[in-house]
């Protein structure tokens, strides 16, 4: 089976906390505190495989969860940082955010990107002597690692893509062309999946192009294989567009080419735009030079402004001539496209942030609830039996203007707050 796009879930590790503890040495009275730092969590980062070209693995395996930093420990010891974990995808694979469906990255623009990063590790409480409070007993927790839904989408990387009704021949011309070797037969949709060849022009000169399923009249609707496959070609700077000049199913090539346009535009107006070289397949077996219907067919592709090709991937006729006109139009086009960043990590991170800081306080029986995502956070490491954290605790409150808006949603001395499960009476 093959497959090209799946949603997985990754989760980068939770930073390590820090540790409480205080040096303990004979005849030594009062050690300080040294409790040691938390380890960083690991990363998620996606990497490109040259040699796949599926995401089949995905289908088995659809969350990946990278290492939690170690905690931190007695004598200053820094926990251990979690491993990273390294996702493999094939070249040209997008991660889209999977609600918007805007791309996070190409992966056909950098062999690497780091899609999570890893909590932080908490301060041991070390980190939190100062000359009135000598014996801190809190340390901070680690932060938690960022997680999220991807989509990932295969586009392949060719220069050219070769489309066409089913059984026109792209195959055979891709088996002709490039060492690849596509299975071949006289039934429509032999062509499952996409298939990529490299055409070897010598010299080190070549291109890769790419070979997708057939698409018929309603592909667009989901007839025959559907047109979810034109997303293989939709990087390709030159389309192929292959007919059967010998019309040996009957079809007449002018309505072929018709047709496929059509669907090509419904599935993309910039994909419909793409340059095309047309290529009449099958010319063994009709005297295109004597057919008047292939005059016809000559002036309706002259008019759409594309150059015509008679070729036969049996008897090899007319393809020396067609790879010399590919190579040189390629080298006239711009290169392979590369997705843009429609969301920046920077971007994401701001509208997280934002998120992250804010406060809501509603109004329950009697009972003022206080929410915010970084409250949560915050709540994770406050140590409620000790009185220096809990201190901590309210100057945070009151810094970060927690009192001053339970005040203004009418929060009075000795109502009752609470604060994840945490109450308290207020007291101004
Ligand atoms: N005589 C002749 N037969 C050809 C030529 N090219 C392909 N064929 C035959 O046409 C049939 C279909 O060829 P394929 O290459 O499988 O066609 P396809 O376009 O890849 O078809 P799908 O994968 O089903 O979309 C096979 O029986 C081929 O042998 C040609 O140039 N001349
Ligand atoms: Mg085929």
């Known amino acids: ?166 059984s026109v021949g792209k195959s055979s011309i891709l088996a002709r062309i490039s060492a ?59 389309l192929l567009h292959v007919v059967d000049i010998a019309a040996t199913e009957g079809r007449d090539p002018i309505e072929d080419m018709k047709v496929i346009n059509r669907e090509l535009a419904q599935y993309s107006p910039e994909l419909a735009e793409r340059p095309q070289i047309v290529v009449a397949n099958k010319c063994d077996m009709v005297l295109y030079e004597d057919e008047p219907y292939c005059r016809d067919f000559e002036e309706y592709v002259r008019s759409l402004g594309c150059e015509l090709f008679y070729i036969s991937a049996v008897t090899g006729e007319g393809i020396p001539e067609m790879l010399v006109a590919v190579e040189n139009k390629l080298r006239e086009l711009p290169p392979i496209k590369v997705y843009e960043r429609e969301i920046t990590a920077e971007e994401e991170a701001a509208e997280s942030a934002a998120g992250e800081r804010e406060t809501t306080v509603r109004r329950e029986d009697g009972i003022f609830y206080v929410e915010g995502k970084w409250l949560y956070n915050f709540m994770g490491q406050i140590n409620f039996d000790d009185y220096q954290s809990l201190s901590f605790f309210s100057r945070v409150l009151q810094k970060n203007g927690v009192i001053d808006l339970l005040r203004e949603h009418g929060c009075k001395d000795g109502d009752t707050v609470n604060i994840y499960d945490f109450e308290f009476d207020f007291v101004q």
């Not at 596509?182 to 039934?187: E, F, L, Q, V, W």
């Not at 698409?215 to 294989?225: P, Q, T």
């Open 1 to 166: 089976m093959f497959i090209d796009h799946i949603q997985i879930y990754v989760k980068a590790g939770n930073g390590g906390n820090g540790a409480i503890s205080f040096h303990r040495e004979k005849y030594v009275a009062a050690g300080g505190p040294d409790g040691g730092d938390g380890g960083r969590g690991g990363n998620i980062i996606f990497r490109v495989d040259e040699g796949s070209n599926t995401l089949l693995a995905f289908r088995y395996k659809r969350k990946f969860v990278a290492e939690n930093g170690g905690d931190g420990k007695a004598d200053k010891m820094h926990g251990k940082n979690g491993a990273d974990t390294v996702i493999l995808v094939p070249p040209g694979t997008l991660l889209k955010d999977p609600e918007t469906g805007k791309v996070l990255f190409d992966m056909s623009e950098a062999n690497e990107f780091v899609a999570c990063r890893g909590g932080r590790g908490g301060w041991g409480n070390r980190h939190f002597a100062t000359p009135t409070r000598q014996i801190p007993r809190f340390a901070k927790s680690g932060t938690a690692g960022e997680e999220r839904e991807l989509l990932l989408e295969l586009k392949m990387i060719a220069d050219v893509g070769l489309l066409g009704f089913p």
């Open 180 to 238: 690849a070797k596509p299975k071949i037969a006289g039934y429509h949709f032999t062509t499952l999946s996409p298939n990529l060849g490299v055409v070897a022009l010598g010299e080190g000169r070549g291109f890769v192009a790419a070979d997708i399923p057939g698409l018929i009249e309603g592909a667009a609707d989901g007839a025959g294989l559907g047109h979810d496959f034109l997303r293989h070609v939709d990087r390709c700077r030159l």
